[in-house]
């Protein structure tokens, strides 16, 4: 089977200034979370995927990468002492250890799996326990861009009708933008985490159908013309978009113009400026 998407990581400077522009985007967020180590994030949810809106909190005691230890929370800060942005995919998993081991395997990740919990709040308020294992890959020549796969052990507590109800009628995150000077040189590497064989929908871009959605791998010229205003790093690949169903993309229009919000047209889309955006574009498109 396929895998899906299972959630985005947004590096930014301000979270809770994050968390307010995502709600004039029309999106419930969630209340403000600490991991064990520092990193703060604060979670947008969907039917099957989410949002992680992300930052280096005060006080975080940040672990260093190691030879066979990939650390979360030394990519984010490091990612945000150059930019913004969308940081990270990150996909779902039955089995961490075992993806861990295939990525080893693979020459992908020679990583141990990472295993952490923290405290999670129902929309009632009471608390909950909630836990993941995380198998990490590495892009070659891509700093910027992280890539993992996460296995919840606790499910019943994290996804909640509740939190997936929101202004703008979002139902899931369907595609991901990685910009990169030369898209076929990813391709041994994505094929490899996906698990999937891509589709060239242009002559150096690549396409990864996955489970309810899909990773599309193109140049920068390609992903301005798809996505309009994107922060493409041009000499390394980087994340560069994302897009979300919503089940009526003229009554979003309508949305973002009295939040005075700019977006632009594109082909049946409205896709809001990664200037716009904490550098990242963002992207309604029809279910």
Request: charged share 25%.
């Amino acid at each position: 089977m396929s895998r899906r998407i299972d959630h985005l990581v947004i590096a930014v400077r301000d979270l809770d200034g994050a968390a307010s522009f995502y709600r004039r985007l029309g999106f419930q967020v969630g209340a403000r979370n600490r991991h064990p180590w520092g990193t703060e994030n604060r979670i947008v949810q969907f039917r099957s995927s989410f949002l992680e809106l992300i930052t280096v909190g005060e006080g975080a005691e940040i672990a260093s990468h190691a030879e066979r230890s990939f650390s979360f929370g030394a990519f984010v800060r490091d990612y945000l002492s150059e930019r913004e942005g969308l940081a990270m995919l990150v996909l779902d998993s039955a089995d961490a250890q075992a993806d861990a081991q295939t990525f080893s395997r693979q020459g992908i990740g020679a990583f141990e799996p990472f295993r952490f919990e923290r405290r999670g709040v129902r929309p009632d308020g009471t608390e909950v326990r909630v836990a993941f294992s995380l198998a990490f890959a590495t892009l070659p020549d891509a700093p910027r861009a992280g890539f993992f796969v996460c296995q919840q052990h606790y499910p019943e507590n994290f996804w909640n009708p509740a939190f997936q109800v929101h202004d703008n009628r979002a139902e899931d995150v369907s595609a991901v933008a990685l910009s990169a000077p030369d898209p076929d040189r990813c391709e041994a590497f994505l094929s490899a985490f996906t698990g999937e064989r891509p589709v060239r929908p242009a002559l150096h871009d690549l396409s990864y159908r996955l489970r309810g959605g899909h990773l599309d791998a193109m140049t920068p010229d390609d992903a301005g013309e798809t996505y309009g205003s994107v922060e493409a790093e041009l000499d390394r690949p980087s994340f560069v978009a994302f897009s979300v169903r919503i089940d009526d993309v003229a009554r979003q229009a309508r949305w973002l113009d009295a939040a005075e919000i700019p977006y632009a047209q594109i082909g049946t889309r409205v896709v809001v400026p990664a200037s716009a955006a904490m550098g990242v574009a963002i992207a309604f498109e029809a279910t």
